[in-house]
C-alpha cells in the first residue's frame, strides 16, 4: 500500500515566493525523506527527518514533522524557476521491514 | 564516481519477449532497489537486495526477477514482458544494509511493451 501521500498535487507560483508542499502517512515510522525529481531525470535526495526530530533545515528548504499528525511539510523558500519539478515524500516504517515507501508526488511549477 | 548506472535509457518490447534491465553502482552501497513510475502511481518497489546474495521482493515483484551475485551490479530480468510492464525503472542504492539513509537513483530505463 501507499505511504505518504501528498497535498496539493499540483503548485503554480510565481519567481521568489514560497512553496509548501504537505505529506501524510499512515503508520509508525523510522524516518521521513523528500526527494526532488526534475522531468525525465532521476530523483534526488533533499532531506532526511528522523521521528524523533521535529524541524530540519537545509539551505533554502525546511522540513517539519508532526508524529502526532503523522504529517510533514516541506517549505522551498524564495522559489526559483530552477525548483520546477515534482516533489516526493517517502517513509521508511518502523518495523524494519527495510523499504522506502513513496508517495505519489507533487507538481511544482516556478514562474519566472 | 559514476554513481548509480542503468542501461539501456530506452528499450521496445513485443510481448513475450524477455530482457534484462542493467543497474551498477561505483560506491559500494549494500542495499539496492528497482522501483517503477507510472503516471498518478508514484514510485512503487519491485524488489531489493541488502547486500551481495540476498534479494527480497516489494510490493509489486510479480513478472520480475532479480539477482545480486556481486555488490555492484543488480539486474532486473523480465520473464515474458507485458503491456502492463509499460513503464518507466529506476534503479537506487544506498549505503546501508538497512534503508535507513537516503537513496541514490540511477536516470532511470524508459520500457515500453506493444
Known amino acids: 500500500s501507499q505511504q505518504g501521500e501528498e497535498d496539493p498535487q499540483a503548485l503554480s507560483i510565481q519567481e521568489g515566493e514560497n512553496a509548501t508542499m504537505n505529506c501524510s502517512y499512515k503508520t509508525s515510522i523510522n524516518n521521513l525523506q523528500w526527494y526532488r525529481q526534475n522531468s525525465g531525470r532521476g530523483l534526488v535526495h533533499l532531506i532526511l527527518i528522523r521521528s524523533n526530530e521535529r524541524e530540519k533545515h537545509s539551505g533554502r528548504l525546511r522540513v517539519t514533522l508532526d508524529t502526532s499528525k503523522k504529517s510533514s511539510s516541506l517549505l522551498i523558500t524564495a522559489s526559483r524557476a530552477a525548483d520546477t519539478a515534482s516533489y516526493f515524500c517517502a517513509t521508511v516504517l518502523n518495523y524494519g521491514n527495510n523499504r522506502l515507501a513513496f508517495g505519489k508526488g507533487n507538481q511544482v511549477v516556478v514562474i519566472p | 564516481n559514476a554513481g548509480v548506472t542503468q542501461t539501456p535509457k530506452f528499450q521496445v518490447l513485443k510481448t513475450g519477449q524477455s530482457m534484462t534491465l542493467q543497474c551498477a553502482q561505483d560506491m559500494n552501497h549494500e542495499y539496492m532497489s528497482w522501483y517503477r513510475q507510472d503516471p498518478g502511481m508514484g514510485l512503487r518497489l519491485i524488489h531489493y537486495?541488502?547486500?551481495?546474495?540476498?534479494?527480497d521482493q516489494g510490493e509489486v515483484p510479480n513478472g520480475y526477477n532479480v539477482s545480486r551475485s556481486t555488490t555492484e551490479d543488480f539486474p532486473l530480468r523480465l520473464l515474458s514482458a507485458a503491456p502492463s510492464q509499460t513503464s518507466v525503472y529506476f534503479c537506487?542504492?544506498?549505503?546501508?544494509?538497512?534503508?535507513?539513509?537516503?537513496?541514490?537513483f540511477g536516470e532511470g530505463s524508459r520500457l515500453t511493451v506493444l
Open positions: 537506487a542504492s544506498s549505503y546501508e544494509g538497512q534503508v535507513t539513509g537516503e537513496l541514490f
Open positions: 537486495s541488502v547486500g551481495a546474495g540476498i534479494t
